[in-house]
């Protein structure tokens, strides 16, 4: 033996997620590696003097968890004491909105802006009683009249400021909102303090941008609930400088720089993959082209391990989302209107015109693309785009994903999969929004909603996201929703037909996702050669009530063969 185990793992179910999805009693992990796999006699020989043996006394070893959709550094920030928590159930009434905007008020000193996160109008009793009674700015004026306020909703598709923030930020009943955004005005046509999608950057050029030190902060938060719910690898789908404007510059090219700086000094304790921004909603092909050739500088990393952070591709957006009606359906929402692309241009065709061209100028240049589309006519616009760039730019393996995909059809997962193209679904946003979404597309739509029943089915490489801050990022929860398809607020079943198998929902947070990342070969599952990362169920994950993965406790994370996180008993030295 060269050289002894540092890590051995016996007693435990370790769930391998190898192609046959086999499952051991036993691992050993050797300088980051995995180095053995099996039984008790398999990993004796691994055990040396300096080894330390774990007893997993039959809890779940899995694969590190891999969100291949988050927010790290916007999650980060989402979350008190950089923001207010205005996340269900934290509150449940627009009127504990307002108690929580008046607490901070009385703290704050002059002149600051009140700023917080989470709300859900599906989960406020005023607007669950009344659909027409949406969050307004006279709903924060009586608590902070001289306070900017901007709380950003759960989607991120949506801010709903106070009076003072409109009039800082230069909005009134004159304004135009800009290309792909909505500023929401009542009656008599003064705005409600409700900005929805590329209206939003109004409030974001008002803001201060975060300073690195909040950065840091906010990241350095987030990896640390990264490594107590067992998440060893995440991506950050968009930063760059069309992050600049969204949650006062999260997603913008300085949080890139950031990360590189805790890589570096040792402190970033998840894998990273990135997608830059060029640019963002409401953009043109002409601006999409000329802002991607100024970002060779940002994607290099040539002092970073590859296998540490790596920019994979770039992000385009093609529409909105359901409950702000901007996702691009073909039949009408309840109440009329069917969305759009959100990109530039006066008419359906011109933007179906400008979204061909971005996706043609961004594969044609060689990168990886993920596409955050919903609506089933946006989903076929951009997947015949995706066709249409490699038909004319033939490339293997490019793995362009789209995003989401909430109401992906036949006929583009039969085209993603002859392409060897994925998509990335969200089944925490899944549970979250169920209920609600009925109300914009009735029942039957709403339950068809990320379909990943028929997305495995047509051949389609599905990985799983949490969109954090969107959805609090427990990939308990997503295995749960993906099994069960139960919803949030009632617990009412959406779309029976959709449900998946447990080992079809692991493989979506590990090994699927690494292939999302370029790296199936080398993470992803438990076998010889591959990195160990590791994640540590308390109880056997493959015989629990799904109904109670969600309350199994994380008990130990490794990440490069290193542990994070710990709080399992009974370790052996």
């Not at 909005?171 to 303090?193: L, N, Q």
């Not at 949650?247 to 990360?259: D, F, H, P, Q, S």
């Not at 995909?405 to 392409?419: I, N």
């Amino acid at each position: 033996m060269d050289r002894y185990a540092d890590l051995v793992f016996l007693g435990g179910h370790v769930v391998t997620v190898d192609a046959e999805f086999s499952v051991a009693s036993a691992l050993a992990v050797t300088g980051g590696i995995i180095s053995a796999v099996g039984g008790r006699d398999d990993v004796a020989p691994f055990i040396g003097p300096g080894t330390r043996t774990i007893d997993l006394r039959g809890a779940t070893l899995l694969p590190g968890i891999n969100d291949s959709h988050l927010h790290g550094c916007a999650f980060g920030m989402a979350a008190p004491p950089l923001a207010l928590d205005l996340g269900h159930s934290a509150v449940s009434r627009l009127t504990d909105v307002a108690e929580a905007v008046r607490e901070a008020v009385g703290q704050a000193p002059a002149g600051q802006w009140i700023v917080g996160h989470g709300w859900d109008s599906g989960y406020l009793d005023e607007c669950v009683s009344d659909p027409s009674r949406q969050p307004s700015r006279h709903d924060l004026d009586a608590v902070s009249p001289d306070h900017a306020v901007v709380l950003y909703s759960f989607s991120g598709h949506a801010t709903w400021v106070n009076s003072k923030a409109l009039e800082l930020i230069g909005i009134d009943r004159h304004t135009v909102a800009p290309p792909g955004g909505a500023i929401v005005v009542d009656e008599s046509g003064e705005p409600t303090g409700l900005l929805h999608e590329g209206a939003q950057a109004l409030v974001q050029n008002a803001l201060p941008p975060l300073s690195r030190q909040e950065r840091t902060d906010a990241i350095r938060s987030a990896l640390a609930t990264f490594a107590r719910l067992g998440i060893t690898s995440y991506t950050e789908p968009g930063l760059g400088p069309g992050g600049d404007g969204i949650m006062r510059g999260a997603l913008g090219a300085e949080t890139l720089e950031v990360y590189r700086r805790l890589l570096a000094e040792g402190e970033l304790t998840a894998r990273l993959g990135v997608l830059l921004l060029p640019a963002g909603m409401a953009s043109t092909a002409e601006e999409f082209a000329r802002t991607l050739s100024t970002l060779s500088a940002l994607g290099q990393c040539a002092d970073a391990d590859p296998r540490r952070l790596a920019i994979h591709g770039v992000k385009i957006f093609a529409d909105g989302i359901v409950p702000n009606k901007t996702a691009w359906m073909h039949e009408p929402y309840i109440g009329g209107g069917c969305g759009s692309l959100c990109v530039g241009g006066e008419s359906d065709t011109e933007r179906i015109a400008e979204i061909d061209a971005i996706v043609a100028h961004a594969h044609a240049a060689g990168h990886q693309l993920g596409i955050h589309v919903t609506g089933d006519r946006a989903c076929d616009t951009v997947v015949d785009a995706l066709a249409a760039a490699q038909a004319e730019h033939p490339r293997r393996d490019a793995r362009h994903y789209v995003i989401h995909g909430d109401f992906l059809t036949a006929r583009s997962m039969k085209v993603l999969a002859e392409h060897g193209y994925g998509v990335n679904m969200n089944p925490t946003i899944k549970w979250t929004v169920a209920d609600m979404e009925e109300e914009f597309v009735g029942t039957e739509r709403a339950a068809y909603a990320w379909p990943y029943r028929d997305a495995l089915d047509a051949g389609v490489r599905v990985a799983s996201g949490s969109d954090a801050p969107v959805t609090f990022p427990d990939w308990r929860q997503g295995i749960a929703t993906m099994v069960l398809r139960e919803s949030k607020a009632t617990g009412r079943v959406s779309g029976p037909g959709q449900r998946i198998g447990l080992a079809e929902a692991i493989r979506t947070y590990t090994i699927d996702a690494a292939w999302q990342d370029f790296a199936d070969d080398w993470k992803g599952s438990l076998e010889p050669g591959k990195a160990a990362d590791l994640c540590v169920l308390d109880g056997d994950l493959l015989t629990a009530d799904p109904h109670d993965i969600p309350r199994m406790p994380v008990v130990l994370t490794v990440m490069d063969g290193k542990i994070v996180h710990n709080t399992l008993r009974n370790c052996s030295h």
